[in-house]
């Protein structure tokens, strides 16, 4: 999870979980000393999707941009991505052929953007066209709340086609394997994108039912409500729909480029070394 601090990041995962993993002000226990997230760590969660139990790790990371001088202020994020790829890489190439390697790779990685309503600021297009190249980006709009539907739509729509100017690959890919029913999933998807959505860890009682919201001026914002937010179809795309598919992904693109880079790197140095012990042979 990636994006400037305040866009409501943590809250966000709080809400996908129905649970407290990470307070909004970064604390694990209510008489922790308050903290804002200011590393990058992952948090463990089991949920059970269909009768099926899903173990996810969720990251959250401390919001980028927020300095005077964001310069390769995305290091850190980039680094951590590539971090899991090299652990993988590293058990792939030592773990016996049939044996289950543990995936910390990043599958897919929510862009927070501000709900400014005129676009991207420069150093979000910089940063997400850098993650793009490693992970899968699925960027949502934070704190949708604060735009009315039209003004929503328009954002969307700029937003697309800011990101289809600056050549940013977006989540999901097409692929020749997919069939007809994936194709228009995947269509429909990113007609939606990015989702506006809405998080929140209070309970507000709508129609007599405790269901998640917020109150604001003009009433109450039913979080789980399709017709207030898209939070939703981002909660069905990310452990129904698109799961199987984000982690197919991982593997086949992102990994998959990865590897065949490190693995070049390490036939050219030891080439290079042989060549260099060749040469003090002849030498001698
Ligand atoms: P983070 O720094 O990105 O992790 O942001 P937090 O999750 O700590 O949230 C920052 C503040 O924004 C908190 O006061 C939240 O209650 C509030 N907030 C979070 N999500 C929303 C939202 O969808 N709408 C509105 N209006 N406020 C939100
Ligand atoms: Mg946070």
Known sequence: VVGQTGLGKSTLINTLFAAHLIDTKGRFAADEVVRQTTEIHPVSHVIVENGVKLRLNIVDTPGYGDQVNNENCWDPIIKY????????????????????????????????????GHGLRPIDVTVMKKLSDVVNVVPVIAKSDSLTMDERDLFKERIRAEMLYNNIRAYPFDNDDYEEEERELNERIRTLIPFAVVGSEKSVVIDGKQVRGRKNRYGVVNVENESHCEFVHLRNFLTRTHLQDLIETTAQIHYEAFRSKQLLALKESSSKQQQQQQAAAAQH
């Open 81 to 116: 991505i590539k971090d899991q790829h090299s652990a993988y890489l590293r058990k792939e190439l030592t773990a016996m052929r049939d044996r289950y390697i543990v995936d910390t790779r990043i599958h897919c990685c929510l862009f927070f953007i501000n709900p400014t």
